[in-house]
């Protein structure tokens, strides 16, 4: 099981970006998907799960109306569209696979993508 994450890089306040992450060793219909962002200093946060069903998706307040997820079952991909970036959006951000295909799951994440850097100029 392997999860690649990508797409980051470097973006002036207000723009946008769209996060990859790739699969391999299992298959997206069975497990959910979150993203997690880690700054400097600071906690690492989940900001989203993407559920199998979008209806039972969580997205954290502070990106709640500007990201998005989707997902492609041909690619195994899952992305996450940023809109409105913030400076303060700036973080590591990395993927995880839950062990159910829903976000409410008590077990978890069982694996793990590196991370791939967003950074949002002012």
């Known amino acids: 099981v392997q999860l690649q994450a990508s797409g980051g890089g470097l973006v002036q306040a207000g723009g946008s970006l769209r996060l990859s992450c790739v699969g391999s060793?299992?298959?997206?219909?069975?497990?959910?998907i979150g993203w997690f962002r880690q700054a400097p200093g600071k906690e690492r946060e989940e900001i989203l799960c993407?559920?199998?069903?979008?209806?039972?998706?969580y997205y954290a307040e502070s990106v709640k109306g500007r990201f998005t997820s989707s997902r492609d079952y041909a690619k195994n991909t899952v992305y996450l569209q940023m809109n409105s970036l913030k400076p303060e959006d700036t973080a590591v951000h990395f993927c995880?696979?839950?062990?159910?295909?829903?976000?409410?799951?008590?077990?978890?994440?069982?694996?793990w993508g590196q991370g791939t850097q967003v950074t949002v100029s002012s």
């Open positions: 060793g299992f298959s997206l219909n069975y497990h959910a």
């Open positions: 993407a559920a199998k069903y979008v209806g039972d998706s």
């Open positions: 995880a696979r839950r062990g159910a295909y829903y976000c409410s799951d008590s077990g978890g994440h069982d694996a």
